[in-house]
Structures are given as C-alpha cells and as structure tokens.
C-alpha cells in the first residue's frame, strides 16, 4: 500500500458543485500538505497543516478550504467549483524536524471542473 | 513571484549524454535545496539536496552544484538513460515551506 493516498485519482465535476479531495498517510508523520500542479506554474501551496489542531493558508488558498480530520488525513474542499480550478493536486506529508528527508507525496487528483 | 526560477521547461538528450537543468533564487533565507524527480501518474519523489554551505554533491550519476554567491543552483546527470525521462523540480526551503520551480520535461532518446 502507498505510504500516501489520495482519493479520488481522477474527477470530473460541474462549475458550482462543492467537492471533497480525501489525503491519508500511513508514515506517521506530523506535517501535510496540499499543492497544486499546473503546466508551467509547478507546484504552488494551497494549505498546509503541523498538526491536527494547526491549519495554515498557503500561497493560493482562495475557494478551497481544508480538514485535518486526524493525523493521518487530511482534506481538501472546493466549496463551488470553478473551471480554473481544473488542475492536479498533490498531498504531501513531512515530519517535523526533519525537514531534510524531503516530502512523501501522493500519486495526485486531476480535477477537470466543467 | 516566482520564488524559484527553473530552466528550461524542456529538455531532449541523447542517451549517454548530460542532461543539465538550472535553478536561480533570491532569498538568501533559503538553507536547503531539493530536487525532485516525478514520473507520469506519480507524485514528485525526493531525488537528491544540498545545503548552502557546500558546491556539489554526488549521488550517482545525479549532480548538484550549488553557487551560493551567485544564487544558482543545476542538477546534472550524467550518462542519461530512457528510464530518467520525467519532470524535474528543484525547490528551496526557508523555515517550514518549501518553495517549488516551475519542473522541466526531461526526454532522453535512446
């Protein structure tokens, strides 16, 4: 099994419509991520949480909004879709203090917003 | 603004040779610089870093080299296979965030 899941791998939603991305870990790690990845504009931070009471805004927070439900998940929201939205989205975890191991990331959503 | 400036967004090597991509910043809070490696349908994975107080590190026939005064950064790799044909990013990291490149396609033809 992945040490990060993302669910779903692939979505097709309608402008307007609120949907949920779902992020689980199995690594144990403390910190998550979610990033957005755009052709051209590589990875930019939506939100990012140090623990399942600290929730922070990232460079591009605008219409998302996210969950820390327990240490291993975390989810991302877009309460009304919209087309610009469309893009791939990476959760990614990391612990603290250990910064120099990098991220684990996900295999990614595609979100396609019509 | 983009934090870190990567180049070029493509890239198409022959087999055996040197694939070379580049990474420029300006924040000099920046204490550590990642690249990483993603193959289609996969996320990004840790490739290899180095720290500001060191010029080049070595992992295979992966390469950094760090030129802390020009504020620039590449990532060589030497003898380049189909198999490393994928995105690269490099990143910098300043406190707890990690600031992201732009990625290049690398393409290595057999």
């Known amino acids: 099994d992945a040490d990060v899941t993302q669910t779903p791998r692939n979505r097709i939603t309608k402008t307007g419509k609120r949907i949920m991305l779902e992020c689980s870990q199995t690594k144990g790690h403390d910190r998550m991520y979610w990033y957005r990845q755009d052709p051209g504009l590589g990875l930019r931070l939506i939100y990012y949480s140090f623990d399942v009471k600290d929730i922070n805004k990232g460079e591009i927070s605008d219409g998302y909004s996210v969950s820390r439900q327990a240490q291993a998940k975390f989810s991302l929201s877009l309460e009304s879709a919209i087309p610009n939205q469309t893009a791939l989205y990476f959760c990614a975890t990391s612990k603290g203090g250990q910064a120099l191991y990098g991220y684990t990331f996900g295999s990614g959503t595609r979100l396609t917003v019509v | 603004q983009q934090q870190v400036k990567q180049s070029p967004q493509s890239l198409i090597v022959q087999k055996g040779g040197i694939s070379i991509i580049n990474c420029a910043y300006e924040?000099?809070?920046?204490?550590?610089f990642p690249w990483y490696q993603q193959f289609p349908g996969k996320g990004p994975a840790l490739l290899i870093a180095i720290r500001p107080d060191v010029s080049e590190k070595k992992e295979g026939r992966f390469t950094i080299s760090f030129n802390k005064s020009a504020k620039q950064f590449s990532l060589h790799i030497m003898d380049s296979q189909p198999g490393d044909s994928a995105t690269y990013f490099c990143a910098a990291k300043t406190g707890n965030q990690f600031y992201f490149g732009t990625g290049t396609s690398l393409t290595v033809i057999p």
């Open positions: 924040n000099t809070a920046f204490d550590y």
